[in-house]
């Protein structure tokens, strides 16, 4: 288990350079084996979540190198085999093995994913979809097994129930080299969407539309790098630097950021009364003064993102009142509520089925010992810990290091006063 030990109340000035978006590096790494060629990928974050997919690629005799922010994957002498379950188990994002093995072998064994745990997390639709494309699933103790006949997979109609981000991404992974059309309907729009998409079509694929609620893919019979991938910047790493800047900054500038993929969430910032200037590629955050409380419905994209509505709420306890958040995707998103509650936050559930949690003017938060149940309450609970009184001691630190690539050397080069204590080395 690692800690985080935070000594709050410095003001925090200079600036933050946000690092590859955890939701492509992800389903990038997977679909690199779909490849016929080795891959290279720079603007890689060095986050928990890629070393574990490095020791899931591993298990498959596919090498892999990560140094700096480069990540090069070379795939060509892959083999099926047992894929760790420990580690499949640490990250959501190992169900991405079972559409890129599938595009691969035309077959996949794989665990039920890990992740955070922010309330029931089915995967129905992504199971729906290889069913569509011509695969049987079965699942047995946790393990999900995918078989296709003797024609393999094949191009299909789709319509997602739920707007998903791992279905979409699944659906194209397993569809890219299937024979024939594929077309996703109800399709998630999310930009690491593109992102995938975009890596793909340089190797060769055909997909279209991905961004839009309609991506239409033709399969391709093989997919070869040809140069190296640059990993979109971390949306959500950009949003909490930019809730920490507004809550404590004396002047932040946070640079490599797509201001387009945070729309929503600076429109938020702005009703609130934060001194923001936005430029093409950063974003200045002023000090803020006299803030208002705000409501939030989160979305899915180009929504309010559930992965920001905690990270945010830290912000909301300097607002003059009540806020309320409505978190629409993950109602059951509440692991930071009691932890929070520790450092004298005033934040409470109001509402489990509808996802409504109130927010009020906290303005005397002061040190505790608090846990970071997963990566985003773990980072609300930083952000926290960092405007309080006194030290804040957050256990289970490594759910925060699954998203926020070297995180201490960023805060501490903002002013902060944090360090991390690992007890244990293991990556899972
Ligand atoms: C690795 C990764 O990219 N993780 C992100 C991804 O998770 P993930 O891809 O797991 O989330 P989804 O977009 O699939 O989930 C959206 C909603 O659909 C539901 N659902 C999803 C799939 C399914 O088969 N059946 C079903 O009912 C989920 O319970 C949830 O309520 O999108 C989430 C929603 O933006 C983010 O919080 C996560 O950070
Ligand atoms: C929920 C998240 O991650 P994951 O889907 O990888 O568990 C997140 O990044 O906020």
Redesign the pocket.
């Known amino acids: 288990m690692s800690k985080l030990i935070v000594n709050g109340g410095n003001r925090l000035s200079g600036e933050v350079s946000i690092g590859g978006a955890?939701?492509?590096t992800?389903?990038l790494i997977p679909a690199a084996i779909l490849a016929d060629t080795p891959v290279r990928f720079d603007s890689v974050p060095d986050i928990l979540?890629v070393h574990n997919l490095m020791l899931i690629l591993k298990s498959m005799n596919v090498s892999s190198t990560f140094k700096g922010d480069v990540l090069t994957i070379d795939p060509t002498n892959i083999v099926e085999a047992p894929l760790p379950s420990k580690a499949i188990k640490s990250?959501?994002?190992s169900?991405?093995f079972m559409g890129a093995l599938l595009g691969r072998f035309q077959r996949a064994v794989v665990s039920f994913?890990g992740?955070?745990n922010?309330?029931?997390?089915?995967?129905?639709?992504?199971?729906?979809a290889f069913k569509a494309l011509g695969a049987e699933v079965s699942e047995v103790d946790g393990t999900v097994t995918i078989k296709t006949g003797p024609k393999g997979l094949h191009g299909a109609q789709i319509f997602?129930?739920?707007?998903?981000?791992?279905?979409?991404?699944n659906t194209i992974l397993a569809s890219v080299k299937a024979p024939g059309t594929t077309v996703i309907g109800n399709a998630?729009k999310?930009p690491?969407i593109i992102d995938i998409a975009t890596f793909l079509n340089n190797m060769g694929a055909n997909i279209r539309g991905a961004g839009t609620d309609v991506i239409r893919i033709e399969g391709v019979p093989t997919l070869q790098a040809k140069n190296t991938h640059t990993i979109i910047p971390d949306r959500?790493e950009a949003g909490t630097y930019l809730s920490l800047a507004a809550a404590i900054g004396d002047g932040v500038l946070i640079t490599n950021i797509i201001p387009e993929h945070l729309e929503s969430f600076v429109a938020k910032l702005e009703e609130m009364g934060c001194d923001l200037t936005v430029y093409e590629d950063s974003i200045y955050v002023g000090r803020s003064q006299h803030l208002k409380p705000i409501r939030i419905k989160v979305m899915?994209?180009p929504g309010f993102?559930?992965?920001l509505q905690q990270p945010i709420t830290p912000l909301l306890f300097k607002a003059d009142g009540r806020s309320v958040i409505i978190d629409?995707?993950?109602?059951q998103?509440i692991k930071h509520i009691s932890q929070l509650n520790k450092l004298g936050g005033r934040i409470k559930s109001k509402d489990t089925d509808e996802g409504i949690i109130v927010v009020d003017n906290s303005p005397h938060l002061k040190g505790a010992k608090v846990d970071a149940g997963e990566?985003?309450a773990g980072a609300s609970l930083l952000i926290a810990g960092l405007m309080a009184d006194g030290v804040t001691e957050i256990s289970h630190a490594e759910n925060i290091m699954r998203?926020y690539g070297s995180l201490v050397d960023k805060l501490t080069g903002l002013g902060a006063d944090v360090k991390l204590s690992v007890e244990d080395e293991e990556r899972v």
């Open positions: 955890k939701n492509s992800v389903a979540d990250l959501r994002a169900y991405y994913p992740g955070d922010i309330g029931p997390r089915p995967i129905d639709q992504h199971i729906k997602l129930d739920i707007v998903s981000v791992g279905a979409t991404i998630a999310e690491e959500i899915p994209y993102a559930t992965d629409t995707i993950y109602p998103r990566i985003r998203g």
